[in-house]
């Protein structure tokens, strides 16, 4: 069965500073890969997804992410935060051709320092 | 917005009372899941469903279960309520395979006391 390691429950960032959230996945077959956003007192919202092809993919507000097969990383990253991006994040993984089943790690908090 | 809807999105209820949610859709989506949310753990499936009539268990599905009936309703049932499924339900659905991307409800906050 799939399953996702988010290593760091909080990450506090200047603002303007890089940031990176950490991911790791597990999964004896090929994998979907998603990073999602919840701002306070919302509901989740899809921020990028991997597929197949580029490992390094494009999302939302500047955000990215790249995939590392070897690794079994799906690391998300910003190259200047902003207040706005005080959310929580989390990753997620489904194996392709599987049960649709979607599992999701256990969030990283971000907090952005002024 | 896609167009899900849960309610009640508010309940309290007492310990060993039955309690439902439900979720509806109108984008005619394929798959519809159940997820928990609590701090410390993120969300974790409960069951999820891929067609009328099919679902199947998620991470943490013992004390719940859940039916499809018709494609846009996803009942989630706590057959006899407990202090531990205190709790932020979200109902997601998708179309699946390549499209794969999930649309959540705004939750039910459920407080079992």
């Known amino acids: 069965a799939q399953s996702v390691t988010q290593l760091d429950s909080q990450v506090p960032v200047f603002e303007e500073a890089p940031v990176e959230l950490r991911c790791n996945y597990s999964?004896?077959?090929?994998?979907?890969l998603f990073w999602y956003v919840q701002y306070p007192n919302q509901g989740l919202q899809l921020l990028l997804k991997?597929?197949?092809?580029?490992?390094l993919v494009k999302g939302i507000n500047g955000f990215e992410a790249e995939f590392n097969k070897s690794q079994t990383s799906f690391h998300l990253r910003k190259p200047s935060v902003h207040i706005s991006d005080t959310a929580e994040y989390f990753c997620?993984?489904?194996?392709?051709?599987?049960?649709?089943?979607?599992?999701f790690g256990k969030g990283t908090r971000l907090h952005i320092l002024p | 917005d896609a167009g899900i809807t849960q309610s009640p999105r508010h309940k309290v209820t007492e310990t060993g009372t039955p309690v439902t949610l439900r979720c509806h859709q109108t984008?005619?989506?394929?798959?519809m899941y159940w997820y928990r949310q609590d701090p410390g753990h993120g969300l974790r499936l409960i069951h999820y469903?891929?067609?009328?009539?099919?679902?199947d268990k998620g991470e943490v599905s013992d004390g719940y279960s859940v039916s499809r009936s018709k494609t846009e309703d996803f009942l989630l049932t706590l057959e006899s309520a407990t202090s531990s499924q205190t709790s932020v339900y979200f109902c997601?659905?998708?179309?699946?395979?390549?499209?794969?991307?999930?649309?959540f409800g705004s939750g039910t906050q459920l407080s079992v006391l």
């Open positions: 997601a659905i998708s179309p699946g395979g390549e499209y794969e991307k999930l649309f």
């Open positions: 999964s004896s077959v090929s994998v979907y």
């Open positions: 991997y597929l197949s092809g580029s490992t």
């Open positions: 997620a993984v489904s194996d392709q051709g599987g049960d649709d089943k979607i599992i």
């Open positions: 984008e005619n989506h394929r798959y």
């Open positions: 469903s891929y067609g009328v009539k099919d679902t």
